[in-house]
């Protein structure tokens, strides 16, 4: 299985959205053309995050939308279809330095 690190499967988006930006697309691309080339890929799980902002239940639908947007355009380039795993806002307590899968742009 072809090794894809933590920022290469990570998908950030703009505050409050789940529309796929542009460098999220092109990223997608490349992570729908590494499953296409590698048979050893069996199973593709995606898993929608934000950060703290906003209420609980305003979150988790926020991340299930981006989880959907991910799931619906990479199934559209790749040869498998993806499932969604759980979603949800992190916990964060204190500063957000080192939150390696925090959706938002830097």
Known sequence: IPSVSLEQRTIYFDFDSAALT?????????????????????????HGFTDQFGTSDYNQK???????????YLDGKSRLSSTIGATRAPVIIGSLEGIAEEPQEP
């Open 22 to 46: 542009p460098a999220a697309s092109a990223k997608l691309d490349s992570l729908a053309q590494i499953i296409n080339n590698s048979s050893a890929i069996k199973d593709v799980r995606i």
């Open 62 to 72: 926020l991340a299930s939308n981006r989880a959907a947007a991910v799931k619906g």
